[in-house]
């Protein structure tokens, strides 16, 4: 069975000029009604038909089953930090690392965001069979899993504002609730866990005085 919104293995059955298609069969002889087309430019060199392609599956821009080799950003049920690309009159567009930006409708949104803003979000699949993101990300988690999400996710969003700011933060571990809020938007027992798992990465130095990126 193939699965919208997930990596997985498929096999090569047959060639078209748009590209190679692929089928959860091994066996290339087998007709399979269920099949997806990895397209041309993707297909790699001397693939003989049967071999296993690792792809991830979506829809493209006329809402057709596409497979793809490389990896998105997120992935069905997984909670990412992503970046809102533009708004629009059904919700906002987010990049998720595929042509295709994702949607992430004002009904699935906890808050307006704006183009450029940082959104935690989750991928789901929705009543039409489309993939799509909401703001809600807590569904379907255990509060340890929540929380620990959440970690990540201000993490990689101090990451993102250090890199902003040409790799470093004039301030440290020592910065006052006040300074960290008004910098960073952040409190500050979740700016010093941010920190401190991506000190743990060696990503980041931090000292009393300034926090720099591992260059």
């Known amino acids: 069975m193939i699965e919208l919104g997930k990596k997985q293995t498929l096999y090569y059955h047959r060639k078209t000029e748009h590209g190679i298609y692929l089928a959860d069969e091994k066996d290339p002889d087998k007709k399979c009604t269920d099949e997806v087309l990895l397209p041309a430019n993707q297909v790699p060199e001397k693939i003989n038909r049967g071999a296993a392609i690792d792809v991830f599956v979506y829809r493209d821009s ?108 004039p301030f440290g571990d020592k910065a006052s609730p006040e300074v960290i809020k008004k910098e960073l938007g952040m409190s500050k027992n979740a700016f010093k866990r941010a920190a401190g798992i991506l000190y743990k990465q060696r990503r980041i130095t931090v000292d009393d005085k300034v926090i720099r990126r591992v260059q």
């Open 62 to 169: 006329k809402d057709r089953l596409i497979a793809t080799v490389r990896t998105p950003k997120i992935m069905l049920g997984q909670v990412r930090l992503l970046r809102v690309v533009s708004t629009g009159g059904i919700g906002a567009f987010v990049d998720w690392g595929l042509e295709k930006d994702l949607l992430l409708p004002f009904s699935e949104q906890t808050k307006p965001v704006s183009a450029g803003e940082l959104v935690l979000v989750k991928l789901y699949v929705d009543k039409s069979s489309r993939l799509c993101l909401t703001m809600y990300t807590d569904k379907g988690l255990s509060s340890e899993e929540k929380a620990l999400v959440r970690m990540e996710a201000d993490a990689e969003y101090l990451m993102d504002m250090i890199d902003s700011r040409g790799g470093e933060l």
